[in-house]
C-alpha cells in the first residue's frame, strides 16, 4: 500500500479553507489545519467583552471547523513576528492597515516551517483567484508560493485548474480532475460545493479576517504610531483598541472611557498598568490614561469623564484618579459640556 | 496526579487555548492541566480544542466569576 501523505490546510474559520481540506480529505490525504494567531484576528473579543453581548454564541471558527472536518488544529502565536509584517509591510496595505499579501506570504512561510518540522508534505489553503482585491489575484499567487519558500508545496484546491501543477498533483498523491477552477469575487461557487457536500454551517465574515480591514481600527491604530512617533505596539495597545470611546486631547496622551458595564470590568483589569479614573459621587464610567498627564490634565481628564457619568448635568462631580504609583486622590470637577468637547479629540 | 494550574485570567480567545496547547505538548499523558480563565469564551473554546486533539476534558466550572476547565492529556499516536 502507498504511504498515506500528510498535508496542513490553513484554517482561518471561513468557508473556502473549510472546503479546501473537506477536497482534499476527501482524496485520502491525512489533513491537519494551522491556524495563525496575530492578535487581530476577530474571535469574538468585543463579544467577550461586552455586556451586551454576553448571551451571543462565543465560539472560536477555526476550531469549530476543525471540528466540523474531524482534524487536528494547531493554534500558533506569531503575534511578535507579525509586528514587522504590519509595520512595514513589502507589498503595502489594504484599503485600511491590512497587509494581506505580506501577511498571506507571511503564514505560507510559517507553514512551510511546520511541516518540515513535522514532517508533512504538503501545505493547502482556501485561496481562489481573484477572491480579493489585495491578496488573492492571479499574479499574486506565484508570489505567495515563492516568497514564503513554499513553491510548489503550496496547493490551492480551490483554484488548482487555473494554476501551473503543483507537486501533490505532479507525484499523483492528489487527483487534479477532482479539484476545482473557481476564480472572482462571486461566492456561489463556495456556496454551491458546500451544498453539494453537505455542509451547512459556516462563518461568512465580511471584509476580511482581522480588524486590520476595519476602517474605525485603523484610524486609532493610526492615532496611537502618530502619538508615539513610530510604529510599535504592544498586545496590550491592540487589546485596547477593540474597546471603550478614545478621545485625545493632547499629543502626549490619549483616554479611553468605557462605553458600557463591560468593557468597564474588561479595562479594570489593565488599573495597575495605566493612570485611571473613576466616578465617585455618581454612577459612571472607568477610563484609563494612555500616556503621560500633568496635573491640569488631570482635572481636564476629569471633567471629560464626567460628562460621560450620571452626573453630567450635576455643577460639581466627585472623580477619584489613582496614578501609575497607585496612589488615588479625590478631585471635584464641574462636568464638560458636550460642545466643550473639540470633535478632532474623538479619534 | 501531575497537576497544572495555568494563568489565563484577562486573556482573551484564542490566547487560553494557545496555553493550555503548549503547555499539554510538553507534558506525559495523564497529567491534568487546569485553565483558569476570565473569557467565557473558553468555556466553548477549550472543551473543542481537547475534542478536536484528543484530551480528555475531566471538568468546567465557574468559580467566583472565573472559569475554570480541566483537560487531561493523552497523546496518543501520530498518524
Ligand atoms: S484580513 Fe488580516 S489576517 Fe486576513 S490576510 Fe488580511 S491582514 Fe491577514
Excluded at chain 1, 480529505?25 to 453581548?53: L, M, P, S, W, Y
Excluded at chain 1, 483567484?129 to 499567487?141: F, L
Excluded at chain 1, 454551517?201 to 502619538?227: I, N, S
Aim: hydrophobic fraction near 40%; proline fraction near 5%.
Amino acid at each position: 500500500m502507498s504511504e498515506q501523505r500528510k498535508a496542513v490546510a490553513l484554517i482561518s474559520g471561513g468557508l473556502d479553507s473549510l472546503l479546501a481540506a473537506h477536497v482534499i480529505q476527501a482524496q485520502g490525504i491525512h489533513v491537519e489545519g494551522i491556524n495563525f494567531f496575530t492578535g487581530f484576528c476577530v474571535e469574538g473579543h468585543t463579544h467577550a467583552i461586552r455586556k451586551r453581548d454576553q448571551k451571543k454564541e462565543k465560539r472560536n471558527n477555526a476550531l469549530h471547523v476543525a471540528e466540523q472536518l474531524g482534524i487536528k488544529l494547531h493554534i500558533v502565536d506569531i503575534v511578535e513576528g507579525y509586528k514587522q509584517i504590519l509595520t512595514h509591510p513589502k507589498h503595502g496595505y489594504g484599503a485600511n492597515l491590512n497587509p494581506c499579501l505580506d501577511c498571506k506570504i507571511f503564514m505560507v512561510r510559517k507553514a512551510h516551517e511546520w511541516i518540515r518540522a513535522k514532517g508533512f508534505d504538503f501545505i493547502i489553503t482556501g485561496e481562489v483567484i481573484g477572491q480579493r482585491p489585495m491578496s488573492q489575484r492571479k499574479e499574486t499567487m506565484p508570489i505567495v508560493s515563492g516568497e514564503s519558500g513554499a513553491n510548489d508545496l503550496l496547493l490551492r484546491p480551490l483554484c488548482a485548474k487555473n494554476l501551473p501543477l503543483t507537486l501533490p498533483e505532479r507525484e499523483g498523491w492528489v487527483d487534479r480532475d477532482r479539484l476545482y477552477d473557481f476564480s472572482g469575487r462571486s461566492r456561489k461557487p463556495q456556496m454551491a460545493l458546500a451544498a453539494d457536500l453537505g455542509i451547512e454551517d459556516y462563518a461568512q465574515p465580511a471584509g476580511g479576517c482581522c480588524f486590520l480591514t476595519d476602517e474605525r481600527y485603523a484610524v486609532k491604530l493610526t492615532d496611537l504610531w502618530r502619538a508615539r512617533g513610530s510604529k510599535q505596539y504592544e498586545m496590550d495597545d491592540i487589546m485596547l483598541l477593540k474597546v471603550g470611546r478614545h478621545l485625545r486631547p493632547a499629543g502626549r496622551y490619549k483616554v479611553i472611557i468605557a462605553r458600557e458595564e463591560g468593557e468597564g470590568k474588561f479595562m479594570q483589569g489593565y488599573r495597575r498598568q495605566y493612570p485611571h479614573l473613576e466616578t465617585v459621587s455618581h454612577g459612571g464610567p472607568f477610563a484609563l490614561i494612555d500616556g503621560v498627564v500633568d496635573e491640569a490634565d488631570v482635572e481636564l481628564v476629569a471633567r471629560l469623564v464626567a460628562r460621560y457619568s450620571q452626573g453630567r448635568h450635576a455643577d460639581e462631580v466627585e472623580m477619584a484618579f489613582t496614578d501609575l504609583a497607585g496612589q488615588t486622590r479625590s478631585l471635584r470637577v464641574r462636568p464638560m459640556r458636550p460642545e466643550q468637547i473639540p470633535q478632532e479629540w474623538l479619534i | 496526579m501531575n497537576r497544572h494550574v495555568i494563568d489565563c485570567r484577562r486573556l482573551l480567545c484564542p490566547m487560553p487555548v494557545i496555553r493550555v496547547q503548549n503547555a499539554v505538548a510538553s507534558l506525559p499523558d495523564g497529567s491534568r492541566v487546569e485553565a483558569v480563565c476570565t473569557d467565557p469564551g473558553a468555556l466553548n473554546d477549550i472543551p473543542a480544542w481537547s475534542r478536536i486533539n484528543g484530551h480528555r476534558l475531566i471538568e468546567t466550572r465557574t468559580d467566583d466569576g472565573e472559569y475554570i476547565i480541566v483537560v487531561e492529556v493523552v497523546h496518543g499516536e501520530s498518524p
